[in-house]
């Protein structure tokens, strides 16, 4: 039997009504709260319900907010004549800052997901042409690179890889060649395209096509290396 596992954010409903709930009885058990500030937990449950939830979450903790405020603190609609115009307002006010924070994290949930795609299209694209990406920062030495650069140097392993180990794999021919051109690179404030060999796991040589940049900071100093390395499949 398959046993179907449903996402947290499917309960969105139940996260909705737990937090606004749970605003509305810390509203009761402190009633001698101002009309601020009971609407300002309120909006805390609308802000805990949109980011457990997303924005669906967000926005029936909002109606549920207000039906709830409405009935305890709020004259009757037969009563419309006891009404307060600043309860008008703080309502208003409510609403609004609570829809800006649902369109904030229903923005950022797009951007998130665009971004994905991105990175899914990026990684198909490099694994179809045979190349592998890779950036060194030299301020923090920190190295990135993508599956497809580990599939380059390292075949057999998928552990840490430096900048200083990728280096380490250039044939002993061509490690010069590669250096010098960093080098020139960074006082020249370019890039540059190199042929060279990579060693594999079992030593053996890959031809590949590296296309490096450099990236400056705001004084003008080398911050990171930016790399793309492609396997010469016609020299291969």
Same mark, same amino acid.
């Given at each position: 039997m398959v046993v179907t596992q449903r996402h947290p954010h499917a309960y969105w409903p139940v996260v909705a009504a737990v937090c606004a709930l749970g605003a509305?009885?810390?509203?009761?058990?402190?009633?001698?709260?101002?009309?601020?500030?009971?609407?300002?937990?309120?909006?805390?449950?609308?802000?805990?319900?949109?980011?457990?939830?997303?924005?669906?979450?967000?926005?029936?903790?909002?109606?549920?907010?207000?039906? /709830? !405020?409405?009935?305890? !603190?709020?004259?009757?609609?037969?009563? /419309?004549?006891?009404?307060?115009?600043?309860?008008?307002?703080?309502?208003?006010?409510?609403?609004?800052?609570? /829809?800006?924070?649902i369109l904030l994290y229903a923005s950022r949930e797009r951007m998130q997901a665009r971004l994905a795609l991105s990175e899914q299209m990026l990684r198909l694209s490099l694994e179809a042409a045979r190349m592998g990406a890779w950036s060194a920062d030299f301020r923090t030495g920190e190295f990135w690179r993508s599956a497809g650069l580990s599939a380059l140097v390292e075949p057999a392993t998928q552990g840490a890889v430096s900048y200083e180990a990728f280096v380490g794999r250039i044939h002993p021919d061509d490690h010069t060649a590669f250096l010098r051109a960093v080098d020139r690179a960074i006082a020249g404030n370019t890039g540059f395209d190199i042929r060279h060999r990579l060693l594999g796991a079992k030593a053996e040589a890959r031809w590949v096509i590296t296309r490096v940049r450099v990236s400056f900071d705001g004084s003008g100093r080398a911050q990171r290396l930016l790399g793309v390395s492609m396997e010469d499949v016609a020299q291969g």
């Open positions: 509305f009885a810390l509203t009761r058990s402190l009633d001698v709260l101002h009309e601020d500030r009971r609407l300002i937990l309120f909006l805390a449950a609308v802000s805990i319900a949109t980011a457990l939830g997303r924005w669906r979450a967000g926005v029936l903790a909002l109606l549920l907010s207000l039906l /709830l !405020y409405g009935i305890a !603190y709020l004259p009757p609609l037969s009563a /419309l004549s006891l009404f307060d115009p600043d309860d008008g307002v703080r309502l208003g006010l409510f609403v609004t800052m609570a /829809l800006v924070i």
